[in-house]
């Protein structure tokens, strides 16, 4: 239900179509921006190595269609979800801790700013030597791509939660426990939440990025495969996948996020 | 000169005072915020809390809420020691203090959750108290799609909903709009006859202080202390249109300006 909302007399039915759809409209219109642009610059075309956008989609119809896709997802998926999953139980419960205890802070910061300003593809060699080719490897790349943000900006969340909803709660006889689940933890969530999009988007990054450096598998596979070979269509395509999955995957986040905390979304402020 | 008003000796242990503090002082390093204070609060009345900022009249509160600890000095509330927060107080704030991710049911129902009161029920008390604050129908919506003078009222049915002997009072009228305010003064007249609770009500303005209270404490900073109690004897009882020009409430309001002018800046 919206209170205080403005009447929807006066205006025309054109108005009020663009205005119910506004978010979609604009939606698509930034999809047809970037895919006219690509294709274009395909056609002229900008490299040699560089194929028009629909070029690159009938090679990813192609890969959906012959289970190519599939296959490799189903092999980066697995250092992905299970990096993703740690990096976000992990962070979020160590950004806490770190928030709420100076002691914490003092012991943990340090190594998680380090952490994100550290020259990941330089250190993947280290990870190969101590913890071989596998799927271990593999998670500790998407760990250390996602986590940082993570941590850090739940801390900061934390850290920053308003005295005064702390105070209110004191003063209506919530225990400690009742203050961090209830108190702490939704006023931090828009800030926690934002920290957790950006990892998981990075988390997607440190996925490929293992596959090119470590051992060639899943779409990092298709991509180095294709790339030497002159594919260039292909490897597109799997690139393009790959982002369409992030976007999807950010958008369910959302979702979870509105449902849990509705009113932490105020809209925007043109509304 | 011989004022209308009667003052009550600094006498503690009274056998009819809700709360009652005794010798408080409380100190941050150096700095006195409190010192050595005395003060009672009659069971079943309004007493605020007056003076110019800086006389400790919101450390005094807070005190009594058990969120802050004196240095030295108790507070008895019905007679126990206050050690912390207790079910007998119920805090209404400043800046309102709602949960912004929560719809006013919730938050007025935040309390009764607290508390452990199962969710249908606490639904139920806090229905009761939307209505009674006049938010009926406002039950789903957040606290961002409300006024401040709604907000206000939320805060309120809050405090209200967990149904304690005394509701302290922090500048609750401070952060909403004159028009607003002024109802929520007639309202709070009502509250006080029929809630049958202690009121202890902090506020600068000194129209406010004597429109509602039924006993004003005028603090005095540097070092704080009660300077003096005004007990308004003759309006008290008169509708609520009629107060503003009733002689005494002028004379009382004229008086309380001349003893704090001194102390403003």
């Known amino acids: ?271 | 000169m011989v004022m209308p008003q009667t003052e009550r000796a600094f006498t503690p242990d009274t056998v009819d005072d809700a709360v009652t503090v005794k010798r408080i002082t409380k100190s941050y390093g150096a700095v006195e915020a409190l010192k050595n204070m005395t003060l009672s609060f009659p069971r079943g009345e309004l007493t605020s809390l007056l003076g110019p900022s800086g006389c400790g009249k919101t450390t005094l509160l807070k005190i009594i809420a058990g969120l802050l600890e004196p240095t030295s000095g108790e507070v008895l509330v019905n007679g126990r020691a206050v050690t912390g927060p207790g079910p007998d107080r119920a805090f209404v704030f400043q800046d309102f203090a709602l949960l912004p991710w929560a719809s006013v049911m919730r938050n007025v129902a935040f309390g009764l959750e607290l508390r452990g009161v199962a969710q249908s029920e606490r639904e139920a008390i806090a229905e009761k108290y939307i209505a009674h604050v006049g938010l009926k129908g406002f039950e789903r919506a957040y606290p961002h799609e409300l006024s401040g003078g709604m907000r206000q009222r939320v805060g309120l049915a809050r405090a209200l909903s967990v149904d304690a002997d005394v509701l302290l009072m922090d500048e609750p009228f401070s952060a909403v709009d004159e028009q607003t305010r002024r109802k929520f003064q007639e309202d709070l007249l009502n509250l006080v006859k029929t809630e049958n609770k202690t009121f202890i009500f902090v506020t600068h303005s000194i129209e406010e202080a004597v429109y509602v209270s039924d006993q004003i404490a005028i603090l005095l900073p540097r070092p704080s202390r009660v300077s003096q109690i005004i007990r308004p004897q003759g309006f008290r009882d008169k509708d609520v249109d009629n107060i503003r020009r009733d002689p005494e409430y002028l004379d009382i309001v004229d008086d309380i300006w001349s003893s704090l002018r001194s102390y403003v800046e």
């Open chain 1, 1 to 271: 239900m919206s209170v205080m909302r403005d009447g929807a007399e006066g205006r025309s039915p054109w108005q009020d179509l663009v205005g119910s759809h506004r978010p979609l409209l604009l939606k698509l219109l930034s999809g047809v921006l970037v895919f006219g642009a690509w294709e274009i610059a395909g056609r002229i075309p900008v490299s040699y190595a560089f194929p028009t956008f629909i070029e690159s989609m009938s090679a990813l119809l192609r890969m959906t269609l012959d289970g190519t896709l599939f296959a490799a997802y189903a092999e980066t998926l697995k250092p992905l979800v299970v990096g993703v999953a740690i990096s976000a139980v992990l962070g979020i419960a160590l950004g806490l801790w770190i928030g709420l205890s100076k002691t914490f802070d003092w012991l943990f910061s340090p190594i998680f700013v380090v952490m994100q300003a550290a020259p990941l593809a330089a250190l993947i060699p280290l990870l190969v030597m101590a913890y071989g080719i596998g799927l271990t490897s593999k998670v500790f790349v998407v760990c250390i791509m996602a986590m940082p943000v993570i941590v850090l900006n739940t801390a900061g969340a934390v850290r920053n939660t308003p005295a005064n909803l702390k105070e209110m709660g004191r003063a209506f006889l919530a225990t400690d426990r009742d203050v961090i689940l209830k108190i702490v933890l939704p006023a931090a969530s828009p800030v926690i939440f934002s920290g957790l999009r950006l990892g998981i988007s990075a988390g997607f990054i440190g996925a490929i990025l293992a596959e090119l450096k470590i051992t060639p598998t899943g779409v990092g596979d298709i991509i180095t495969f294709s790339r030497s070979v002159a594919d260039y269509a292909s490897m597109y395509a799997a690139i393009f996948s790959i982002i369409l999955l992030a976007v999807l995957f950010l958008n369910l986040l959302e979702r979870i996020e509105t449902g849990l905390f509705g009113g932490n979304v105020r809209g925007y402020a043109s509304d």
